[in-house]
């Protein structure tokens, strides 16, 4: 729990003014013998009122004057944690996988996909955003229905609503590096990029900006259906770019495997990019990662890969961020994916990548009011509220039987 100086400033004023209201009423009340009833409460109603009035001009002023970089460190390696290993299975024999056979002419999904799905919409809502499942079917050219959902997550901006960014991550898995996989737990790839846009949701619950977020998790990233006689990729990010063709995306970032570090470039991020339209981006993002996350920026002109895709290819400025040299990444596409895995996941390097990502958002999108999220709960907050709370029944007390 953080305590801020002007909490504390609040607290300590209304002690004051409390002490001074019980001495003003201290020599009737010791001849009528209603100190408590009309000192007490009285005292204790004015000692309230002048908290809250304090707390929210305090809450006016934290708002007007708040930062990209004072929201970019409310990001938290904890929270980043527990989203990639409670909220998504992602542990050694869970499977997110979008394609594990074909029963009835419609594609099986592995046994934690909906789950996990379930769990991201529900994490979503709980941090107060506009929350949908986005259903798409594609109908492939030997009868067979690839059908997904998406879940997609809004704030819409107040002054521009109609410019619109979006951080997608796709949230189905596979093992198809081993030719006979039964589990896909997609720690990396890509539990850590769905941790990063829950983590976003969290930190930009409580703030107000100018123009639209859509956080997106998309399904269906990793299979290829041919349909038409054309080959499909990335199914949920297609559908979903399809269906919002005629939106004013100004930026979408995919975020793709974010939480391997290669112990030879331990501070390297990565951008697979090379579209015409991507200049602006390109640099804000590196700016962005360099600034907020500490990290170093590599740029490959790839034009492949992950949903970034989907939108860059009708003209939208689109990117991937990704782990340095994610080629190398030992367990990619393989069951040992895991958070499980030992040594594996490194949640400070992707608390780092998430920091850097959300800082390009909060400068593209511009905050202009709201209050942060409540903190992720540590120990010695809960001390330090439990004595206070102490401190002031003891005070209330001694001034009681005065």
Known sequence: MVVSKQTVTCFILCLAIANESWHEHDSADRVTGYLFREGGFATLYKAL????????????????????????????ATSFQNYLTNTLPTHIHDNRAFDMGTSNGVKVHGAQHDPARDNIFTAFRRSGWTTMIDPFTWHDDSGVDWSGQNVVAVKQGTTRPDDVYIIGAHYDSTANHESSWTYAPGGD??????????????????????????????????????????????????????????DNILGMISLDMMSWQDPSHPSLAQLETGYS????????????????GGLTVNTRNSKNYSDHVSFADRGTPALMVIEGNWWNNPNY????????????????????????????LVDSVHVNGGL????????????????????????????RFI
């Open 277 to 292: 339209q991507n200049g602006t981006i390109n640099s804000a993002v590196t700016r962005s990662l360099q600034t907020y």
């Open 372 to 399: 942060p999220p409540l903190p992720v709960p540590e120990p010695c907050g809960f001390a330090l509220l439990g004595v206070g709370i102490a401190a002031l029944g003891a005070f209330i007390r001694r001034r």
């Open 333 to 360: 596409h393989r069951q040992t994916d895991s958070s499980d895995t030992t040594n594996y996941i490194n949640y400070a390097y992707g608390t780092k990548m998430v920091k850097g990502v959300t800082g390009y």
């Open 189 to 246: 790839d890509n539990g850590s990029g769905i941790a990063g846009i829950l983590e976003i949701a969290r930190v930009l619950s409580g703030y107000t900006f100018d123009a639209t977020i859509v956080l997106a998790a998309f399904d269906g990233e990793e299979v290829t259906a041919t349909c038409g006689g054309t080959a499909i990729h990335r199914l949920g990010s297609m559908h979903y770019a399809a269906e919002h063709a005629t």
């Open 49 to 76: 009122l002048v908290f809250f009035i304090v707390a929210m001009v305090v809450a006016a002023s934290m708002c007007s004057a708040i930062t990209t970089q004072e929201i970019v460190n409310q990001i938290s």
